[in-house]
Each structure stands twice: as C-alpha cells, then as structure tokens.
C-alpha cells in the first residue's frame, strides 16, 4: 500500500471473502493484494492468507486474519453516504442479505460484524441546516432502520 494512513480491520480468518464483497458492492472499491502468512502465527498457519489490501470507497483498508482474539464493534463502522432511495436500498440489501443484521438510524452490520451506515445525503444536509429541520429528520430518522428518503424530505418540509 502506498497510502500513509490505512484503517485495518481484524478479521477471524475471512479477510479475503470480505473485501471481495466490498469491491463487488461499492463504487471506488477494489482488492488490491492478498499476502500469506510466511510461518505459523496465532491466528493461522504458514500459507493461509494473513492480510489483505483492498480499497472502500476510496479508502485503503488492510484485512487481517487475526484469529478469534478481537472481534468488531459499532465503535467503529464505514458511513456511506446515498444521493437516491434506489443506492439506499442497493447497498442496505447487499449488506443484509448477505448475512447481515438490520440495526436503527440507517445502521447495519456485515456477516464479518463491520458497521455500516448507509446515509441518504439528505438526512445529513438537513442535520447541517440544523434548528427545527435538523429536529425535525433526527426525530423521522430516530423511528427508522433503513433511511426513508421520502420521509426524511417529508420531515423537512414540516
């Protein structure tokens, strides 16, 4: 990787199969690199896939085969922001339906226990705006799971 500052996720032992889930799923997004494991470590053996390089969106990301030690948290989690309801559900469905777990407030979490938000633009321009329209989708978002684009617009109308 030539980037200087990458985010590494700790996986189990299914770094690979992630990442390739995510360059399938999302624009800007690639692997770039699966490197084995020279010798025998906690996690693995010598010749299993230890890390993976791959790209988000953009953003470089290494996928470590780690073992079962850690495992993932919301604490940390991937928001991906949607200009239409269409891109909304694309992404929700692919995360969900793959194994994932629906959460609130347009949250949801991958087979591999990754976070993500999938956040329609509008919800977050309206957050900017603040006062009553700001108060006004925090409230329609609060009753969500998947973010209705239709409602949010609703909600900042009035």
Known sequence: MTAKNTICLWYSHDAENAARFYADTFPDSEVTAVHRAPSD???GQAGQ????EFTVCGIPCLG???GDAFRQSQ????QIA?????ETDRYWDAIVGHGGTE?????CQ?????SWQITPRVLT???AEGGDVAKRAFAAMMEMGRIDIAKIEAAVRG
Do not use: H, I, R
């Open 41 to 43: 470590y906690p996690g």
């Open 49 to 52: 896939v230890l890390t993976v």
């Open 64 to 66: 470590l085969n780690g």
């Open 75 to 78: 604490a940390f989690s991937f």
């Open 82 to 86: 949607t200009d239409t309801q269409e």
């Open 103 to 107: 959460s609130a407030c347009g949250w």
């Open 110 to 114: 991958d087979k591999w226990g990754v």
């Open 125 to 127: 321009d309206a957050m």
